[in-house]
T-cell receptor
Framework: AQSVAQPEDQVNVAEGNPLTVKCTYS??????LFWYVQYPNRGLQFLLK??????LVKGSYGFEAEFNKSQTSFHLKKPSALVSDSALYFC???????????FGSGTRLSIRP | GAVVSQHPSWVICKSGTSVKIECRSL??????MFWYRQFPKQSLMLMAT?????????EQGVEKDKFLINHASLTLSTLTVTSAHPEDSSFYIC??????????????FGPGTRLTVT
């Protein structure tokens, strides 16, 4: 079945430290992978996407993600966390141009000063 | 990026009444819009896909007679929750597909509408 998993409900990082939010996807054709961020009582904001090409994708607010086909992962990373990065992060996958997007369960990122 | 708005941002209604939520794409025409529901501390669940000028496609388990979707123009889709009950209380989020972006199309999300049914 097509799915995406975020194994961590919460990630806690000290400000200034690197952060990683994990995401894995099920193998079913060629995936289009996305990361979104949601602030309290707000909709989702697009961060970045992987379609094809370079495995390292750079996105908004200094975030980047690495597509790893052998590990079926698409982890979100940032070299130096900011308190303002604290939010709910969703990984998402779509397997064809017409299929619906499937969201992971979300990971709450908390950056302590 | 493209802008999608929702109105109202929050609404409280009494049980048994109906409430309409609007989703607008402000700077592009969207032939396809999506409606999601999000429960506290949970992910987004797709309710239906709305196509301009045709009937919406509902996901399994979503009552089409309860959640009426109308996509009458290329910039507006509405979700009407009919005969609302407290269990319909949730955060409803719409998104719009930006055309012309090919198979790698992006979805732009509205800010969400919090519905509370008393």
């Amino acid at each position: 079945a097509q799915s995406v998993a975020q194994p961590e409900d919460q990630v806690n990082v000290a400000e200034g430290n690197p952060l990683t939010v994990k995401c894995t996807y099920s193998v079913s054709g060629n995936p289009y992978l996305f990361w979104y961020v949601q602030y309290p009582n707000r909709g989702l904001q697009f961060l970045l996407k992987y379609i094809t090409g370079d495995n390292l994708v750079k996105g908004s607010y200094g975030f980047e993600a690495e597509f790893n086909k052998s590990q079926t992962s698409f982890h979100l990373k940032k070299p130096s966390a900011l308190v303002s990065d604290s939010a709910l992060y969703f990984c998402a996958v779509r397997y064809s141009s017409a299929s619906k997007i499937i969201f992971g369960s979300g990971t709450r990122l908390s950056i302590r000063p | 990026g493209a802008v999608v708005s929702q109105h109202p941002s929050w609404v409280i209604c009494k049980s048994g009444t109906s409430v309409k939520i609007e989703c607008r794409s402000l700077d592009f025409q969207a032939t396809t819009m999506f409606w999601y529901r999000q429960f506290p501390k949970q992910s987004l669940m797709l309710m239906a896909t709305s196509n301009e000028g045709s009937k919406a496609t509902y996901e399994q388990g979503v009552e089409k007679d309860k959640f009426l979707i109308n996509h009458a123009s290329l910039t507006l889709s509405t979700l009407t929750v009919t005969s609302a009950h407290p269990e319909d209380s949730s955060f409803y989020i719409c998104s719009a597909r930006k055309p012309g972006t090919g198979p790698t199309y992006e979805q732009y999300f509205g800010p969400g509408t919090r519905l509370t049914v008393t």
